[in-house]
């Protein structure tokens, strides 16, 4: 199999981390050589995260350079904006619609763009969802990061069932109902 690269952003805190180790051990279950990297930012302070899962039949190394990924995960729309570089050509964007303002937004030095979603649409596939609302439907707001996970999966290899299963071996117990609720609300998002 050639090597699938995919990319998840977002700002500290809302579970990029969690959604990457879920994608590696989806894959490291299926049988594929996996590398993951991490780079964290001020990720504390709300600043970017940002992660890259490489699966295939063998992968050298962990980082997508760009213009490869095959699906960028974003989970804020300004991190969406900032990493659509590394997406090849063809590949799709899965964005959470929130908006979480960077420091020089907070700080009065900058204005958070407008039309992003719009922008992005002019040279990828864009899958957008407001995910966080979603996640309120469901009664814990924090779960919004495996919505946007579930849309993401319906442009990756595996079966539903083979991500219910390894979410459940890889979330919190106390948490693996609601979790497994979130992925198949993102998973059945049209």
């Not at 213009?67 to 900032?82: T, W």
């Not at 063809?90 to 900058?110: F, H, K, L, R, T």
Request: charge should be negative; avoid cysteine.
């Amino acid at each position: 199999m050639e090597t699938k690269n995919i990319m998840i952003v977002g700002v500290g805190g809302q579970g990029t981390l969690l959604t990457s180790r879920i994608l590696g051990a989806l894959t490291i279950q299926a049988g594929y050589d996996v590398k993951l990297s991490e780079v964290h930012g001020m990720a504390q302070r709300g600043g970017s995260v940002v992660t890259f899962v490489r699966y295939g039949d063998k992968v050298n190394e962990p980082i997508v350079e760009e213009g490869q990924a095959d699906v960028l995960i974003a989970f804020e729309k300004l991190e969406a904006l900032r990493y659509a570089h590394v997406l090849k050509e063809g590949g799709a964007i899965v964005v959470n619609e929130q908006e979480i303002d960077p420091m020089p937004v907070v700080i009065g030095a900058a204005k958070y763009p407008k039309g992003i979603i719009e922008e992005l649409s002019k040279n990828h596939r864009v899958y957008k969802v407001d995910a966080t609302e979603e996640a309120k439907k469901l009664g814990n707001s924090r779960v919004f990061n495996v919505i946007v996970l579930g849309i993401a999966a319906q442009h990756m290899d595996f079966t539903k069932e083979e991500w219910l299963e390894v979410i459940e071996k890889t979330v919190p117990s106390k948490t693996i109902d609601i979790n497994k609720k979130a992925f198949e609300v993102g998973y059945n998002y049209k």
